[in-house]
């Protein structure tokens, strides 16, 4: 099964930019779906962005569309997500999670996940 570190977190001013990176191990990575989930304190944990095992499918959520871009580098099972015009409401422990490739790409049911990185934004 494949197992996912995610980093790039960190401390930035509100209209800054981060740049998140999930790395895969074991498995094999363009066969998942994947997946960039966030959680803030006292809210439940939300899907922000998800992206189709071949690439061809990416979704959003309304929140962040615009601002942040996924991308993914199957030779490299990597996942990135590139943050732009961060606000104050995007502070939470960010996720990366993986699909098999016969699930949803865009559900919230994702099967593997990372520790998480933390993205603290000022204002």
């Known amino acids: 099964q494949v197992q996912l570190v995610e980093s790039g977190g960190g401390l930035v001013q509100a209209g800054g930019s981060l740049r998140l990176s999930c790395a895969a191990s074991?498995?094999?990575?363009?066969?998942?779906?994947m997946g960039w989930f966030r959680q803030a304190p006292g809210k439940e944990r939300e899907l922000i962005s998800s992206?189709?095992?071949?690439?061809?499918?990416?979704y959003y959520a309304g929140s962040v569309k615009g601002r942040f871009t996924i991308s993914r580098d199957n030779a490299k099972k990597m996942l990135y997500l590139q943050m732009n015009d961060l606000k104050p409401e995007d502070t939470a422990v960010y996720y990366c999670?993986?699909?098999?490739?016969?699930?949803?790409?865009?559900?919230?049911?994702?099967?593997?996940w990372g520790q998480g990185t933390q993205v603290t934004v000022s204002s």
């Open positions: 992206m189709s095992w071949g690439g061809g499918n990416t």
């Open positions: 999670a993986a699909n098999r490739v016969a699930r949803s790409w865009k559900g919230t049911d994702f099967e593997y």
């Open positions: 074991e498995g094999t990575f363009s066969l998942y779906h």
